[in-house]
């Protein structure tokens, strides 16, 4: 059963600041892994799509990679603003048609 | 172009009512698939298509009902609403399930009393 893990739960940091939000997965048998963004009481946004033949994708001061046989990914966001606080989630697309969650990261950027 | 819409926004139940979530995509896209998210657990899948007339079973499927006679609709159906089934629910849907990005619709926020 695939199980996906975001670290940390929660993180506040100062504007400016460079950040990596991180996502591990168990079982690497995936068609793409997905980041979004939720604001509270919204729905979801994506941010990047990385197909599971990919090692990144970049959006402006976003990127996101992806090491499918260690079953990790990490999204960095470059030059933090307070308008980035929010709660990121990472998403699998399971070769069985099932795309599972992570618990997300509450993000805070501090003015 | 309205994407994903779900209806209602806001709905309150009593224990033991039946009510349809309504999900509709103008996309045309082949993958559907129905969210709940309660504090602290993250989005877990409930039902999802691959195509019209096709649908499956997700992480928690229990006590919701699904049909897709149609590639545009994804209704979702609680038989006997319980406390239990009171969170967010959110559908997605996606042109393909093999590496497409996934759209969401705003969501309904249902409590069940």
């Known amino acids: 059963k695939q199980e996906v893990t975001q670290i940390p739960a929660a993180l506040s940091v100062p504007e400016g600041e460079n950040l990596v939000l991180n996502c591990s997965f168990t079982d690497s048998a995936i068609y793409n892994l997905q980041w979004f963004r939720q604001d509270p009481g919204k729905g979801l946004t994506s941010l990047l799509l990385i197909q599971s033949s990919q090692r990144e994708q970049t959006s402006g001061r976003l990127n996101a990679s992806l090491d499918k046989s260690s079953g990790r990914s990490t999204l960095y966001i470059a030059a933090s603003q307070p308008g980035d606080s929010a709660t990121y989630l990472c998403?699998?697309?399971?070769?069985?048609?099932?795309?599972?969650f992570g618990k997300g990261t509450r993000l805070h950027i501090l003015p | 172009n309205a994407g994903v819409t779900q209806t209602p926004k806001f709905q309150v139940l009593k224990t033991g009512q039946s009510m349809t979530l309504q999900c509709a995509q103008d996309m045309n896209h082949e993958y559907m698939s129905w969210y709940r998210q309660d504090p602290g657990m993250g989005l877990r899948l409930i039902h999802y298509s691959v195509g019209a007339g096709i649908t499956d079973q997700g992480e928690v499927p229990n006590g919701y009902n699904v049909s897709r006679s149609t590639t545009e609709d994804f209704p979702l159906r609680l038989l006997s609403a319980a406390p239990s089934q009171t969170s967010v629910y959110f559908c997605?849907?996606?042109?393909?399930?093999?590496?497409?990005?996934?759209?969401f619709g705003q969501g309904t926020r249902l409590t069940v009393v």
């Open positions: 998403a699998v697309m399971n070769r069985d048609d099932k795309i599972i």
């Open positions: 997605a849907s996606s042109p393909d399930r093999f590496g497409t990005e996934a759209f």
